[in-house]
């Protein structure tokens, strides 16, 4: 060899044979030939040196010696090549390519310049001409340059076959403009951080949904024929340039492509617009997304669009207020590596081990996520600088940064020898003393020992570090006594879930991992996990024969009647609420929360969904105080007015009889109210209803006082509704009423402004066929009117139905005189009050209705489930309630307070009354928590043994039979108490 450093440095090369053999083939080729005779010391030194140390290297240099100056010139081992000049190179070949339609040329050629300039760049990397940051941007500039060149040549694929995508302008008018596309950088890519063997993350933005033409459209909402759409465009977009990526080809490939980063990982969208990242990361974003949007840029496409992304997400990554428990999560995430993804070779693996780059990263990443918000200067996507920033404003002290750094740089230093040696992405040490020499000599240390001293005092000094931040987060005793990781101890679990009542334990453990992980077992952070776990010993204590003690304050007693339906609604309600990381950070903060839901899905089902529907009602109620309130009608009507200017006025109606009836339910749920105050709550509600849809028909038709009394009749009369009770109206005009039908339409008005469906159901159901002559007759009639039908022609029923009416709305002037009237004509005290219908044996025609209501409305075989319409039931004891008002002229609408004036009256005798009274409110209370179930009309306990044991845990008894039992007990009692 002419070059007399040639002989020292083939003994010194960590593969002297690979050398010479190559270098003596290059020697017999006269181009290779004359660089080696005419190569100075410094290339001669850093050619062999690659030679050596990486055989992926040296097999392409064998193979391409034409790079040989380009690479191992001193100009090019001294500087690094500007990224302008990278694109400038890339564009001179592909517009060449482009206008030829050469795309696979084109292809061909990046992969060779990917190649050559890695090469290149490990070349001055192995020469230590450069440190360790500049090694890393140069790789991710090529890394941009390529990325770049693919995405041209498949968009000029994709675009020749399809057309190109358009999208209305947002300033209106008809136009359409061009829709922008943007590659999204992120992890070691978005930091300019990359490795020789990194995997790149990426995500592909668009900017609006729109359609896709093959000439550019022309203004109007029908600018031509349109093809595919928007995302479809851009998911073949997205997916032609994963494919020429990741493709393997003789000139090797690009880069190994990752994806999972994206929104729903592997089973998201490829692509999505600038809306639909908004909309996921306003609802689903977790703190593992937080930290890897800190390093997000645009690589390639339109920068604008990815400036607009990045303004987007900076209040999600860089909020200005986060609370310290995302240290948590992220030393759970950390420690989970440690023991799973390592398993158990921390020790030796350089990225996610014991003080190793993962935790410098954690470290830096976690304090930009706490503070970066209130001081903007943090945002740094990559790690040096950030960690030079954090020492600057004081959130590290500047002797730890130091540290930080220099273990940063080593542990790169040490990640790149490992990766280039057979370009395979790798993190672990090598255990081999062979092995471990070689890195060592890699790192400039004369000896394997010495390398391990600067391995375990870089380890040291960042686990110090991480130790002060996060060493002791994340291991909280969180869901202590339950089973490991429900994936690998189904058995466990099952065996749990069966022991607390759980039905089907393998669909509830499906449900199990959906609460821990939510949809598909992926959109959670491990803190978040683990809060999960803490709940399902609280939802487990409140299950039958549970271990598990019930926390303090726990506020219902009883037990759950159907845990897996309870787990089940949990699940679909944290679903609902969007992201599961604040819901549960806000039950952790309100423990008696999760219970109360807990308690609210498993006894009623219709407000379970309303729950569900509305995920931040129940939390509402419960900090605004509202579970303990009693309103009034005057207030009640005082908030229904705050929506008086909504535009439908019947979805306003139904949104706030809906949350009424939520926070009435609970109430009743927590037993702050019992069946009597619940019924009398429910029905000031609907009092408060019908007098605010009567004020809005009013105000739309310019009325003044209304034309009309409205009465209640039933149970609206009575003041006793239950949940999903009919509103049985009647409507009385003054007799000096001029205009009925004007009043017809507006009586009917105003029942479909309170039964009209909306999207959130209807308000309720209305029945204004206890009318004088029913469906045949005026909805609206004169007082006179009614008064000589009730003389004249109504039946028996009718007057006994008339005996519990009460005014509800309208006209007060109207109801004042109609009811004296009506309490005349129901008052049979002294014989016949003027009605046809009287008899001497009217009592008897009465037990006769009642006996016919009890043969037809019993189902057969169903006798003993009858509570209400049974012999003895809840019926019975209105017919009794009813005969004595009637019989002693005691308009008393109210049925518990017409039993309590009968029994005082003797209805009974003296000593049976109080049991009668306890029969009644027991009937009441059984069919209270019924309707509170379902939301509608009850009288049959239920035929099915699993659903009758759920109703009597629900009723507060130990089983089915004990149910049943009490329910006999009461209705003989009622039976027997006749006077």
């Not at 031509?224 to 490939?253: D, I, M, S, W």
């Not at 992405?425 to 790192?443: D, N, S, V």
């Not at 994936?487 to 609460?515: C, I, K, N, Y």
């Amino acid at each position: 060899m002419p070059s007399p450093v040639w002989p020292g440095l083939y003994e010194t090369s960590l593969a002297p044979e690979r050398v010479r053999r190559i270098l003596a083939a290059w020697n017999r080729l006269p181009s290779t030939a004359a660089w080696l005779r005419t190569a100075r010391p410094g290339s001669v030194r850093a050619l062999v040196t690659m030679l050596g140390a990486s055989e992926d290297l040296a097999e392409q240099l064998r193979r391409n010696p034409s790079w040989l100056a380009a690479c191992f010139s001193l100009e090019s081992l001294a500087r690094p090549r500007p990224i302008h000049g990278l694109r400038r190179e890339a564009d001179r070949f592909l517009n060449a390519a482009l206008r030829q339609a050469d795309h696979a040329g084109a292809l061909r050629e990046l992969r060779i310049f990917r190649q050559r300039e890695h090469l290149r760049i490990a070349a001055r990397d192995l020469a230590r001409r450069a440190p360790v940051e500049e090694i890393t941007r140069e790789l991710s500039d090529v890394a941009d340059t390529v990325l770049a060149g693919v995405l041209r040549v498949v968009r000029a694929q994709v675009a020749s076959r399809f057309g190109e995508p358009w999208e209305k302008d947002a300033g209106g008018g008809g136009d359409w403009r061009p829709t922008p596309f943007c590659l999204l950088g992120l992890g070691k890519l978005g930091g300019r951080e990359l490795n020789y063997s990194s995997d790149v993350d990426v995500m592909f933005l668009y900017g609006d949904e729109g359609q896709v033409f093959r000439h550019p459209p022309r203004p109007g909402p029908f600018p031509g024929p349109a093809g595919l759409t928007n995302h479809q465009f851009f998911k073949r977009l997205a997916e032609a340039f994963v494919a020429e990526v990741a493709r393997p080809a003789p000139e090797g490939q690009l880069y190994r492509i990752d994806l999972r980063l994206r929104p729903e990982g592997d089973a998201g969208p490829l692509a999505r617009s600038l809306e639909g990242y908004e909309n996921y990361y306003a609802q689903w974003g977790q703190t593992w997304e937080r930290l890897m949007l800190i390093k997000a840029r645009p690589v390639a496409g339109d920068r604008p669009l990815g400036a607009d992304f990045l303004e987007l997400v900076q209040p999600f990554c860089h909020p200005r207020s986060l609370s310290d428990h995302l240290l948590d999560e992220i030393a759970a995430t950390k420690r989970r590596m440690e023991t799973e993804v390592v398993e158990g070779d921390a020790e030796h693996d350089v990225k996610r081990g014991r003080g190793g780059i993962r935790e410098i990263e954690f470290i830096v990443q976690g304090l930009q996520l706490l503070n970066a918000g209130k001081q903007p200067f943090l945002q740094q996507a990559a790690t040096l600088p950030a960690l030079e920033k954090l020492a600057e404003y004081g959130l590290l002290d500047p002797g730890e940064c130091t540290r930080l750094a220099a273990a940063y740089r080593f542990w790169r230093d040490v990640e790149h020898r490992l990766q280039m040696e057979h370009n395979r992405q790798t993190h672990t040490l090598p255990t081999t003393e062979t092995g471990r020499k070689r890195i060592a000599i890699l790192m400039g240390c004369r000896t394997a020992s010495e390398f391990e001293k600067r391995r375990l005092d870089h380890a040291r000094a960042v686990r110090t570090v991480y130790d002060k931040f996060l060493g002791d987060r994340g291991r909280s005793p969180m869901g202590a006594g339950l089973p490991g990781d429900p994936d690998r101890h189904p058995e466990a679990w099952m065996a749990l879930l069966a022991a607390h009542g759980f039905q089907d334990p393998p669909q509830s453990l499906r449900w199990v991992q959906t609460f821990l992980r939510g949809p598909g077992w992926s959109h959670v952070s491990a803190r978040t996990e683990e809060l999960a776990r803490t709940f399902l010993p609280h939802l487990f204590s409140l299950c039958p024969k549970s271990p598990f003690p019930r926390p303090a304050g726990s506020r219902v007693r009883g037990v759950l009647s159907d845990p897996d339906r309870v787990l089940n609604c949990l699940d679909r309600f944290a679903t609902a609420y969007g992201s599961r990381a604040p819901l549960y950070e806000a039950w952790t903060g309100q423990p008696l929360l999760f219970e109360l839901l807990a308690w609210l899905f498993d006894r009623s089902d219709f407000l379970a969904d309303v729950a569900i529907r509305t995920p931040d009602l129940v939390e509402e109620l419960v900090l605004r105080g509202q579970l303990r309130r009693i309103k009034t009608v005057s207030e009640t009507l005082a908030d229904l007015r705050h929506g008086s200017t909504d535009a439908d006025q019947a979805l306003w109606l139904r949104r706030y009889q809906q949350a009424e009836q939520l926070r009435l339910g609970l109430r009743s749920i927590l037993e702050y109210s019992d069946t009597r105050q619940s019924g009398e709550e429910l029905t000031v509600l609907a009092d408060a209803c019908l007098q605010y849809a009567l004020e809005v028909v009013q105000q739309r038709h310019r009325l003044g006082p209304s034309p009309f009394a409205v009465f209640g009749l039933g149970k609206l009369g009575g003041g006793e509704l239950s949940f999903g009770s009919d509103l049985d109206l009647l409507f009385v005009a003054p007799d000096h009423a001029r205009n009925l039908p004007a009043s017809q339409r507006l009586a009917v008005e105003f029942l479909q402004l309170l039964s009209t469906p909306t999207d959130l159901g209807r308000a309720f159901s209305v029945d204004s066929r206890l009318r004088p002559d029913g469906e045949k007759g005026l909805l609206v009639n004169t007082a006179g009117a009614h008064l000589e039908y009730y003389r004249r022609r109504a039946h028996l029923w009718e007057l006994q139905a008339l005996s519990r009416v009460r005014f509800a709305a309208g006209d007060a002037s109207t109801a004042t005189s109609f009811t004296a009237a009506v309490q005349r004509l129901t008052d049979f005290s002294a014989g016949d009050p003027g009605v046809e219908c009287w008899t001497p044996e009217w009592p008897a025609e009465i037990d006769r209705m009642l006996d016919r209501i009890v043969r037809e409305r019993t189902p057969d075989g169903r006798e003993a489930g009858a509570f209400k319409t049974g012999a003895g039931g809840l019926m019975t004891a209105e017919f009794r309630a009813q005969t004595w008002c009637l019989a002693n002229g005691c308009h008393e609408p109210n049925t518990r307070r017409a039993l309590v004036r009968g029994i005082a009256g003797g209805l009974v005798a003296a000593d049976r009354g109080e049991s009668l009274l306890a029969a009644y409110d027991e009937l009441r209370r059984i069919e209270g928590v019924l309707r509170r179930w379902s939301g509608a009309a009850e009288e049959l306990l239920p035929e099915d043994p699993s659903a009758l044991r759920r109703v009597a845990i629900r009723c507060d008894f130990a089983d089915a039979a004990a149910l049943a039992d009490a329910v006999a007990k009461a209705r003989e009692e009622i039976v027997d108490r006749r006077s």
